[in-house]
């Protein structure tokens, strides 16, 4: 049976000489594992369409629940990455998060809105990388169920949080009175209007905000380390990143 669908290229894996191992994230039936047979070869008409970081059309070829790429084009290739080391190392990061907590054969609209819109900001510098990946990690964590609670303090309820903490370990916020033994992480109380609002505005909406930089470096922190929790292990693209992002920036692996 012959389908055709939209599909984000999360990983590609080398087989044989010439053939390609796909896992693809789609609207309609959430991560898919594709064989690309030929896909490596100097004739191949599907070589642009199944590579890594790239939106594209194919038809797929299924049987006894297997899928294989007959064709393809590219919608979109995001050309900006391939020019900026750092960029395309932070989309790498994302597409493994997307692999990590997208669904296989289930609807999953929210998860490739998603990451087609913050790749599609990296590629094209719609912001800074800090400013991107922030926005990335706190709207996944919300998806998947695991948006931190940011109502008020835990612990004593109040909604006008001063000196606010973040508990990683719990997913929630205390303020200056109600700090606890244990490690908590600093943020501002602009700092958590942005973390509500990019749990809230629309999916189109959600760089649209504003946070100096060493405010932005808090949050950062703080959607970084929780949603690393609701993974529940290691993930080397972000480490990857993260020595890039070092060298880039002069000081060496963070």
């Given amino acids: 049976m012959f389908r055709t669908l939209d599909a984000l290229v999360l990983r590609e894996v080398r087989f044989r000489e010439s053939d390609r191992i796909l896992t693809v994230l789609t609207a309609d039936s959430g991560k898919l594992t594709l ?125 006008d949080l001063r000196e606010p903490r973040f508990l990683p370990e719990e997913g929630r916020l205390v303020c200056r009175a109600c700090r606890q033994s244990g490690r908590a992480l600093p943020l501002t109380e602009d700092g958590v209007s942005v973390l509500r609002y990019l749990l809230e505005a629309p999916a189109k909406r959600i760089l649209a905000f504003r946070l100096p930089e060493d405010e932005l470096r808090l949050l950062e922190k703080v959607s970084e380390e929780w949603l690393l929790r609701c993974a529940d292990r290691r993930l080397p693209t972000l480490e990857y990143y993260k020595s890039i992002r070092g060298f880039t920036e002069g000081s060496g692996p963070v």
């Fill in 35 to 159: 064989s690309a047979h030929g896909a490596l070869s100097k004739k191949s008409r599907i070589v642009a369409a199944t590579q890594q970081l790239t939106f594209s059309e194919l038809t797929l070829f299924e049987k006894n629940g297997r899928y294989s790429v007959r064709e393809g084009s590219v919608k979109e290739s995001f050309q900006g990455l391939r020019q900026d080391l750092e960029r395309f190392a932070l989309a790498s990061y994302f597409a493994e998060c997307l692999e990590r907590f997208a669904g296989e054969d289930q609807p999953e609209p929210e998860l490739m809105q998603l990451g087609l819109n913050c790749i599609f900001a990296l590629s094209e510098g719609l912001g800074s990388c800090g400013k991107i990946k922030t926005a990335f990690e706190t709207r996944l964590a919300g998806i998947e169920g695991y948006a931190p609670l940011t109502e008020g303090c835990a612990v004593c309820g109040r909604p």
